[in-house]
């Protein structure tokens, strides 16, 4: 495994392709506050040693892990990517509340019903991708995940890879329909348009938790239309705006111009309203500006257009044309018109500065356009002398430069001049004269009525900005409204996290407690497992000396018998050399009586030939006592040899007896030394079992240790993890109590602002009223004007019409901002109750704060007891721990010395096994040599029978012949001599073939029985050496039972 740089400070830790096979290898614990932990690409089998409570990212794809476990302590997870694993079914998730993606693609899922554990507001996962998998039911999927209620995007297919409920028609439909909560399944949402499901903001660890406010641009789309704030002045704008374009026909090009400059300010995409104002309001503000655009154009083309039917409009070509919208005041003074005050609104919207002078340069301009009107009339009256004294009409040039509108006075005098006296034109110079008197006072009249419409108009724009201003306050303690309700709440949620995480402290105590109960259960249950181990090792090294003090028994009773055995062999040896000494002495005993024969024959024929002869009586009775005499001796002989072969066949029967017998000892010494060595081997395998099985047990507790040690650690630093959140908690309980008494504070400013905002309120309906009597003021001067117009002609009630018809439309505007005032007025009363209870919350907040303070410190006190009797009871384990360490290392020391002892004896074993196995091998073949002697041995006395009994025919034979020679001695002595001579002869030659034959066959007897002493001494001796190895094994086993007995008490 490859080496890390560990930075104890980092949130991250990346071990990638590190060739991880355990979750122990990972150094998890020496990070303090780790966050990301990505594992892809390891061996992994299972899920372990995760003990970190701040970890939110977690990766262990292509891993080999079979099943979900071990993840319950991660109560912050909120990504988890388990891909690419060998998992089977969905478990293991139950503490996973704040998990909000999961990966679970390209497994061997078929059963996911571990989601019904995941039912509830609780959890929070919304992300589930299961592509690459089983899953066959579209019921089992429906049932498992309806419980989800944050689930809004489910992954069964994608990039091709998908589940066998895939292929069931109708599955996404039904799925869709029975899980209402699910938004989008496989990249589809509930529209039938697909989805970008690549989330890459998803895949950057440290913009989980703003996922939910960073929306896709698609979701502007599925916004709701937010409800106008002024909807009857909308519906007034409207009905307006339809009028406008019915009257756009009439109205002018200064008119047409001027729209357009203000849509194309409008569209400039730099020009944005001054402030942070909200949308509505900068839509309401860019509607009212075009109203009163519209409102001003309307009137400049009514004006106008009245001008044009009371007024002649002669001018000039290099004259400057007359602006309709400006006239002389009644004081003299010129008055902006309704255009410059649509300039002035556009710069007011920014300063109200350049008002005065936008008036001035108004007045400026006004001083020279009434001159240019009495330049008109000069010019008008030339105009008609010229027609009165040539009477003819006026010019080409003239007509194209004056457009005398139809109903207009000047055309009069024009029709009088062409046919009437100079009577008549008197007449009309008087009616013209009244006539400029009349529109003088008309302009006058006019010109003050501009000039309160104005008045009227800033009015009503302050008003309008009051109201915006307004609108913004309001706007802003709604805002504030929703930060305290906001922080309420979470002020809430911290209680609630607060006693959870004291809940949760309290079940760690008491899962410690139980845990140290279980630990010290444990302990227990190891020492009695020590002391049965014990007790156990006594029983092993009694029966050890047991199996010692048999065996030397066995050993010497072995010992005893074999010395029997040399025994019985050398008196067997004995036996054979004094067998073959009487043997050497018959032999040479038969050939001293061959040679006394021959020479008392010689003597005999050397008396007979000095005596008597044959056939006379003394020869034959001498003959008859010398043959009497050797037939005695013969028979006495005969009777020796005879009871000499008995003795020998006895003696060699008794050998042959005693030879079996010392085989069927050895065999029997045999079968008990083999009998004895299973014993042996039994007992060295039982002893091998025990062995192994107290290594198991030592193994078992140095593992109880190592756990024990590993448990201890954890919960030092589980203490320590405590204490520091205890702390951090403490801190934070700080932080939020003076983040509280400030936000009292700031409500408590916010409630001096409400109590301003009220005398303001007050201030704005005594303003209001003052207006409304402004505005009953004007309706009474429209009526005047009215009355005074309806004089005028027909023309101007079309314009009274108009301009009534806006009048109510403004007034309208004005109930429906009383109306919305009542509205703020009420949503005003309806804030500063909510501000009361929100200042009643902070205060119940508060007491629960000290409450929980208290409460805290109770804990924190209990914590503190506890810790220090864990910490007594760690220490008297710690020093039972070492204990029991010195006692593990001393076993382990002599469990190693065992081992190599037990490596020892099995090779010894395997050794003596295979001596056993050729021992077995010789022994068989030794006693096949031995059947085949015993054969050899019987076919032997079969030919000494055989050769006996031909032997006794044969001397019966000669004995009869010697009775036949004797009778015929008298008559044939040479024939008896020659036949004597021939039967000596043949009778030497058959002994001493017999002679021979029994010399080779006594050679190879003797041979035989050499070869087999041999092999005795050799089996002996293999015996003898075998028993001196087992000795010295057993002398060896009895010094280690000794050493173990020395070293277990």
Same mark, same amino acid.
């Given at each position: 495994?490859?080496?890390?740089?560990?930075?104890?400070?980092? *949130?991250?830790?990346?071990?990638?392709?590190?060739?991880?096979?355990?979750?122990?290898?990972?150094?998890?614990?020496?990070?303090?506050?780790?966050?990301?932990?990505?594992?892809?690409?390891?061996?992994?089998?299972?899920?372990?040693?995760?003990?970190?409570?701040?970890?939110?990212?977690?990766?262990?794809?292509?891993?080999?892990?079979?099943?979900?476990?071990?993840?319950?302590?991660?109560?912050?997870?909120?990504?988890?990517?388990?891909?690419?694993?060998?998992?089977?079914?969905?478990?293991?998730?139950?503490?996973?509340?704040?998990?909000?993606?999961?990966?679970?693609?390209?497994?061997?899922?078929?059963?996911?019903?571990?989601?019904?554990?995941?039912?509830?507001?609780? !959890?929070?996962?919304?992300?589930?991708?299961?592509?690459?998998?089983?899953?066959?039911?579209?019921?089992?999927?429906?049932?498992?995940?309806?419980?989800?209620?944050?689930?809004?995007?489910?992954?069964?297919?994608?990039?091709?890879?998908?589940?066998?409920?895939?292929?069931?028609?109708?599955?996404?439909?039904?799925?869709?329909?029975?899980?209402?909560?699910?938004?989008?399944?496989?990249?589809?949402?509930?529209?039938?348009?697909?989805?970008?499901?690549?989330?890459?903001?998803?895949?950057?660890?440290?913009?989980?938790? !703003?996922?939910?406010?960073?929306?896709?641009?698609?979701?502007?789309?599925?916004?709701?239309?937010?409800?106008?704030?002024?909807?009857?002045?909308?519906?007034?704008?409207?009905?307006?705006?339809?009028?406008?374009?019915?009257?756009?026909?009439?109205?002018?090009?200064?008119?047409?111009?001027?729209?357009?400059?203000?849509?194309?300010?409008?569209?400039?995409?730099?020009?944005?309203?001054?402030?942070?104002?909200?949308?509505?309001?900068?839509?309401?503000?860019?509607?009212?500006?075009?109203?009163?655009?519209?409102?001003?154009?309307?009137?400049?083309?009514?004006? !106008?257009?009245?001008?044009?039917?009371?007024?002649?409009?002669?001018?000039?070509?290099?004259?400057?044309?007359?602006?309709?919208?400006?006239?002389?005041?009644?004081?003299?003074?010129?008055?902006?018109?309704?255009?410059?005050?649509?300039?002035?609104?556009?710069?007011?919207?920014?300063?109200?500065?350049?008002?005065?002078?936008?008036?001035?340069?108004?007045?400026?301009?006004?001083?020279?356009?009434?001159?240019? !009107?009495?330049?008109?009339?000069?010019?008008?009256?030339?105009?008609?002398?010229?027609?009165?004294?040539?009477?003819?009409?006026?010019?080409?040039?003239?007509?194209?430069?004056?457009?005398?509108?139809?109903?207009?006075?000047?055309?009069?005098?024009?029709?009088?001049?062409?046919?009437?006296?100079?009577?008549?034109?008197?007449?009309?110079?008087?009616?013209?004269?009244?006539?400029?008197?009349?529109?003088?006072?008309?302009?006058?009249?006019?010109?003050?009525?501009?000039?309160?419409?104005?008045?009227?108009?800033?009015?009503?724009?302050?008003?309008?900005?009051?109201?915006?201003?307004?609108?913004?306050?309001?706007?802003?303690?709604?805002?504030?409204?929703?930060? &305290?309700?906001?922080?309420?709440?979470?002020?809430?949620?911290?209680?609630?996290?607060?006693?959870?995480?004291?809940?949760?402290?309290?079940?760690?105590?008491?899962?410690?407690?139980?845990?140290?109960?279980?630990?010290?259960?444990?302990?227990?249950?190891?020492?009695?497992?020590?002391?049965?181990?014990?007790?156990?090792?006594?029983?092993?090294?009694?029966?050890?000396?047991?199996?010692?003090?048999?065996?030397?028994?066995?050993?010497?009773?072995?010992?005893?018998?074999?010395?029997?055995?040399?025994?019985?062999?050398?008196?067997?040896?004995?036996?054979?050399?004094?067998?073959?000494?009487?043997?050497?002495?018959?032999? %040479?005993?038969?050939?001293?009586?061959?040679?006394?024969?021959?020479?008392?024959?010689?003597?005999?024929?050397?008396?007979?030939?000095?005596?008597?002869?044959?056939?006379?009586?003394?020869?034959?009775?001498?003959?008859?006592?010398?043959?009497?005499?050797?037939?005695?001796?013969?028979?006495?002989?005969?009777?020796?040899?005879?009871?000499?072969?008995?003795?020998?066949?006895?003696?060699?029967?008794?050998?042959?007896?005693?030879?079996?017998?010392?085989?069927?000892?050895?065999?029997?010494?045999?079968?008990?030394?083999?009998?004895?060595?299973?014993?042996?081997?039994?007992?060295?395998?039982?002893?091998?079992?025990?062995?192994?099985?107290?290594?198991?047990?030592?193994?078992?507790?140095?593992?109880?240790?190592?756990?024990?040690?590993?448990?201890?650690?954890?919960?030092?630093?589980?203490?320590? *993890?405590?204490?520091?959140?205890?702390?951090?908690?403490?801190?934070?309980?700080?932080?939020?109590?003076?983040?509280?008494?400030?936000?009292?504070?700031?409500?408590?400013?916010?409630?001096?602002?409400? *109590?301003?905002?009220?005398? *303001?309120?007050?201030?704005?309906?005594?303003?209001?009223? &003052?207006?409304?009597?402004?505005?009953?003021?004007?309706?009474?001067?429209?009526?005047?004007?009215?009355?005074?117009?309806?004089?005028?002609?027909?023309?101007?009630?079309?314009?009274?019409?108009?301009?009534?018809?806006?009048?109510?439309?403004?007034?309208?505007?004005?109930?429906?901002?009383?109306?919305?005032?009542?509205?703020?007025?009420?949503?005003?009363?309806?804030?500063?109750?909510?501000?009361?209870?929100?200042?009643?919350?902070?205060?119940?907040?508060?007491?629960?704060?000290?409450?929980?303070?208290?409460?805290?410190?109770?804990?924190?006190?209990?914590?503190?007891?506890?810790?220090?009797?864990?910490? %007594?009871?760690?220490?008297?384990?710690?020093?039972?721990?070492?204990?029991?360490?010195?006692?593990?290392?001393?076993?382990?020391?002599?469990?190693?010395?065992?081992?190599?002892?037990?490596?020892?004896?099995?090779?010894?074993?395997?050794?003596?096994?295979?001596?056993?196995?050729?021992?077995?091998?010789?022994?068989?073949?030794?006693?096949?040599?031995?059947?085949?002697?015993?054969?050899?041995?019987?076919?032997?006395?079969?030919?000494?029978?055989?050769?006996?009994?031909?032997?006794?025919?044969?001397?019966?034979?000669?004995?009869?012949?010697?009775?036949?020679?004797?009778?015929?001695?008298?008559?044939?002595?040479?024939?008896?001599?020659?036949?004597?001579?021939?039967?000596?002869?043949?009778?030497?030659?058959?002994?001493?073939?017999?002679?021979?034959?029994?010399?080779?066959?006594?050679?190879?007897?003797?041979?035989?029985?050499?070869?087999?002493?041999?092999?005795?001494?050799?089996?002996?001796?293999?015996?003898?050496?075998?028993?001196?190895?087992?000795?010295?094994?057993?002398?060896?086993?009895?010094?280690?039972?000794?050493?173990?007995?020395?070293?277990?008490?």
């Amino acid at each position: 495994m490859t080496s890390f740089g560990i930075d104890v400070d980092s *949130e991250e830790l990346c071990m990638i392709d590190s060739g991880l096979q355990s979750l122990s290898d990972v150094p998890i614990r020496q990070y303090n506050n780790l966050k990301v932990l990505n594992l892809h690409c390891n061996f992994l089998r299972r899920i372990e040693n995760l003990q970190l409570r701040s970890l939110l990212h977690l990766d262990l794809s292509s891993n080999q892990i079979e099943r979900i476990e071990g993840l319950d302590s991660l109560s912050n997870l909120r990504t988890l990517n388990l891909a690419c694993n060998q998992i089977t079914t969905v478990q293991g998730l139950d503490g996973l509340r704040a998990l909000v993606k999961l990966n679970l693609s390209y497994n061997h899922i078929t059963d996911i019903s571990g989601f019904h554990r995941l039912q509830g507001r609780d !959890y929070k996962l919304s992300y589930v991708e299961l592509q690459g998998n089983r899953i066959q039911s579209v019921q089992h999927v429906i049932a498992s995940l309806r419980g989800c209620l944050n689930l809004r995007r489910l992954t069964l297919a994608q990039d091709g890879s998908d589940n066998p409920v895939c292929q069931i028609p109708g599955s996404w439909s039904s799925i869709m329909s029975a899980v209402p909560q699910l938004q989008i399944l496989d990249g589809v949402n509930r529209d039938g348009t697909p989805v970008q499901t690549a989330d890459i903001l998803a895949d950057i660890p440290g913009l989980d938790q !703003y996922m939910e406010f960073l929306l896709p641009s698609s979701s502007n789309s599925d916004m709701d239309p937010v409800a106008l704030a002024t909807p009857h002045i909308d519906e007034a704008l409207e009905k307006f705006k339809e009028r406008a374009v019915m009257s756009t026909t009439e109205v002018s090009t200064t008119s047409t111009t001027t729209d357009q400059e203000t849509a194309e300010r409008e569209r400039q995409p730099g020009r944005l309203p001054s402030g942070n104002r909200s949308p509505i309001g900068s839509r309401l503000s860019i509607d009212h500006e075009l109203r009163l655009e519209k409102l001003e154009h309307q009137l400049a083309q009514v004006l !106008y257009g009245g001008k044009s039917t009371r007024s002649p409009k002669v001018t000039s070509p290099r004259a400057p044309k007359v602006s309709p919208l400006r006239s002389r005041s009644p004081q003299g003074g010129s008055k902006t018109t309704r255009l410059v005050a649509k300039r002035d609104v556009d710069q007011t919207d920014e300063s109200d500065s350049e008002g005065p002078k936008a008036a001035g340069k108004s007045r400026r301009s006004r001083k020279t356009k009434i001159p240019s !009107y009495q330049r008109a009339t000069v010019a008008s009256r030339e105009r008609e002398r010229k027609s009165q004294s040539s009477g003819v009409s006026s010019s080409p040039s003239g007509e194209d430069h004056t457009q005398p509108a139809p109903g207009s006075p000047v055309s009069g005098p024009r029709v009088l001049s062409q046919g009437e006296a100079p009577t008549a034109y008197a007449a009309d110079r008087q009616l013209k004269s009244e006539i400029e008197a009349t529109y003088v006072q008309l302009m006058q009249e006019l010109e003050g009525e501009r000039e309160r419409r104005w008045k009227a108009e800033q009015a009503t724009k302050k008003l309008v900005d009051h109201i915006q201003s307004m609108r913004t306050k309001a706007k802003e303690d709604h805002d504030l409204q929703d930060v &305290a309700i906001q922080a309420t709440t979470r002020l809430k949620q911290a209680l609630t996290n607060e006693r959870e995480a004291k809940l949760r402290l309290k079940e760690e105590v008491d899962s410690l407690k139980h845990q140290v109960k279980v630990m010290t259960e444990k302990l227990e249950a190891a020492e009695e497992g020590e002391n049965r181990q014990h007790q156990a090792l006594k029983a092993m090294e009694q029966t050890a000396a047991r199996a010692e003090t048999e065996h030397i028994q066995q050993q010497a009773h072995e010992v005893k018998k074999t010395q029997e055995a040399l025994a019985r062999a050398a008196a067997a040896n004995r036996e054979v050399d004094l067998l073959k000494n009487s043997v050497k002495t018959l032999k %040479s005993q038969v050939h001293s009586l061959q040679e006394l024969v021959a020479n008392r024959e010689q003597e005999h024929r050397k008396v007979l030939q000095g005596k008597f002869d044959l056939n006379s009586k003394e020869m034959q009775d001498a003959i008859a006592r010398e043959v009497s005499t050797i037939r005695e001796q013969h028979s006495t002989q005969l009777q020796i040899q005879q009871e000499k072969m008995d003795t020998l066949m006895k003696q060699y029967t008794e050998l042959e007896d005693e030879f079996r017998m010392a085989l069927q000892i050895e065999s029997d010494r045999f079968r008990e030394l083999q009998a004895a060595f299973q014993k042996n081997s039994r007992e060295a395998a039982e002893n091998t079992q025990a062995l192994l099985v107290a290594q198991k047990k030592d193994e078992t507790q140095t593992q109880m240790i190592a756990d024990l040690t590993a448990l201890v650690k954890e919960q030092k630093g589980r203490l320590t *993890e405590l204490s520091k959140s205890r702390q951090e908690q403490l801190r934070e309980l700080r932080e939020r109590n003076l983040t509280l008494e400030g936000q009292v504070e700031d409500a408590r400013k916010k409630m001096v602002q409400l *109590e301003l905002l009220k005398q *303001e309120r007050t201030k704005m309906q005594s303003q209001l009223q &003052a207006q409304e009597s402004v505005i009953e003021g004007l309706k009474a001067e429209r009526k005047l004007w009215g009355q005074e117009l309806a004089q005028q002609g027909s023309a101007l009630a079309q314009d009274r019409g108009r301009l009534e018809a806006k009048i109510e439309a403004l007034t309208s505007e004005v109930s429906s901002l009383k109306k919305q005032l009542d509205r703020e007025v009420d949503a005003l009363k309806i804030k500063s109750k909510m501000l009361d209870d929100q200042t009643e919350t902070i205060r119940k907040l508060k007491d629960a704060l000290v409450e929980r303070d208290e409460e805290i410190k109770r804990a924190r006190d209990e914590g503190l007891k506890i810790q220090k009797d864990l910490e %007594s009871q760690l220490t008297s384990e710690t020093s039972v721990n070492q204990d029991l360490q010195e006692k593990v290392d001393k076993l382990t020391e002599r469990k190693e010395e065992l081992k190599q002892q037990v490596a020892d004896l099995t090779d010894e074993l395997e050794e003596s096994k295979k001596a056993h196995s050729i021992l077995n091998k010789r022994w068989k073949e030794k006693s096949e040599v031995i059947g085949q002697l015993e054969k050899q041995v019987r076919q032997m006395k079969d030919v000494w029978e055989n050769n006996e009994k031909k032997l006794t025919e044969e001397r019966d034979k000669a004995i009869q012949g010697a009775s036949a020679a004797v009778e015929r001695m008298k008559t044939m002595d040479d024939a008896f001599r020659a036949q004597l001579d021939q039967k000596e002869q043949a009778h030497r030659e058959q002994m001493e073939k017999l002679e021979a034959e029994k010399q080779v066959e006594l050679g190879e007897a003797q041979q035989r029985v050499m070869q087999v002493e041999e092999e005795m001494r050799q089996l002996l001796r293999e015996t003898e050496n075998n028993k001196k190895m087992m000795e010295e094994k057993i002398r060896k086993m009895s010094q280690v039972f000794g050493d173990l007995q020395k070293d277990l008490l």
